[in-house]
């Protein structure tokens, strides 16, 4: 019959072992504030990631996840916003050009959800290239009002400005991982 603590030495020696292949680790304050020192808005990186109570219980893979789903929450009111936009315009311009933004950026929303599974299934290029389109989707909906006359400013820009340095933080969390 074997003993306690030969039986316990079975089962504790590989998880050792294993863990010692394992570079998972939780977030904590130096991880923070070594990505958000790395992105164009120190200040709300810290606000952002900090909004969610999950980043200090996550690991680092977990912290990208978290980090996708900051941005469909905001792309998410962005499309809320837009609806309300729409309910108040007259002019034709003014709302075809905020009715190919809410195309714009219901196509971000596939693109969030498209990085999101590659972050989950850690295809950490793939889901670069998907915030790429996502970005690019963002500034195709600014161009219509700063490159087309009339040139005016776009009623989405504050929340098109939070979009990109939102994903330049995702950007910079999978640049630390891979």
């Known amino acids: 019959m074997a003993s306690p603590i030969s039986c ?12 010692l292949f394992c570079q998972v680790w939780s977030v904590d304050e130096a991880y923070l504030e070594n990505i958000c ?4 808005d120190y200040e709300f990186c810290q606000s952002t990631l900090r909004s969610d109570g999950r980043i200090f219980t996550a690991n680092t893979d977990g912290l990208v996840l978290i980090s996708i789903s900051i ?6 009111n962005t499309l809320d916003q837009i609806s309300n936009i729409l309910q108040n315009l007259t002019d034709p311009l003014d709302k075809t050009r905020i009715q190919n933004c809410q195309t714009d950026y219901n196509e971000i929303v596939v693109k969030l959800n498209a990085a ?3 972050s989950d299934s850690k295809s950490y290029q793939e889901a670069l290239n998907s915030l790429t389109d996502a970005l690019s989707k963002r500034v195709e909906c600014d161009d219509q009002y700063r490159l087309t006359p009339p040139i005016r400013d776009s009623p989405l820009l504050n929340a098109s400005t939070a979009l990109q340095k939102q994903i330049d933080i995702t950007w910079v969390i999978i640049e630390e991982i891979i």
């Open 116 to 118: 999101y599974s590659a």
């Open 71 to 76: 941005t469909s929450n905001h792309v998410q």
């Open 37 to 40: 020192q790395k992105t164009v």
């Open 8 to 19: 316990l030495s079975i089962l504790v020696i590989p998880l050792l072992v294993a863990s």
